[in-house]
């Protein structure tokens, strides 16, 4: 599965940007999807995850509230709504997809990667 990460760039504390995060190689669907974000000096930490049917969604208590993650399996993409964004959410954020069906917060958890796409808040 090859992933390819869009949507970052130089945002304003406040704004509403959405990532995109799309699918090639093999369909998704039977595979939970998530999104992880490494700041700059940081270890990679987990943000959100939904499940196969995105029946089922997770979100670090960071973000909750004002992320939202969801997917399109027939289009096999993924997406990240972040709104209110702060300067303590700029990061490279990636997409991933488990092994698993079921949501998971853990990196081990996800065998494929995207190559990230970096956000940048200012104040």
């Known amino acids: 599965v090859q992933l390819q990460a869009s949507g970052g760039g130089l945002v304003q504390a406040g704004c509403s940007p959405r990532l995109s995060c799309a699918a090639s190689g093999r369909a998704t669907s039977n595979n939970a999807m998530a999104w992880f974000r490494q700041a700059p000096g940081k270890e990679r930490d987990f943000v959100a995850a939904v499940s196969w049917r995105a029946g089922d969604t997770i979100y670090a208590d960071s973000v909750k509230g004002r992320f939202t993650i969801s997917r399109d399996n027939a289009k096999n993409t993924l997406s990240l709504q972040m709104n209110d964004l702060k300067p303590e959410d700029t990061a490279v954020y990636y997409c991933?997809?488990?092994?698993?069906?079921?949501?998971?917060?853990?990196?081990?958890?996800?065998?494929?990667w995207g190559q990230g796409t970096l956000v940048t808040v200012s104040s």
């Open positions: 991933a997809v488990s092994r698993y069906t079921v949501v998971a917060r853990t990196t081990t958890n996800y065998n494929f």
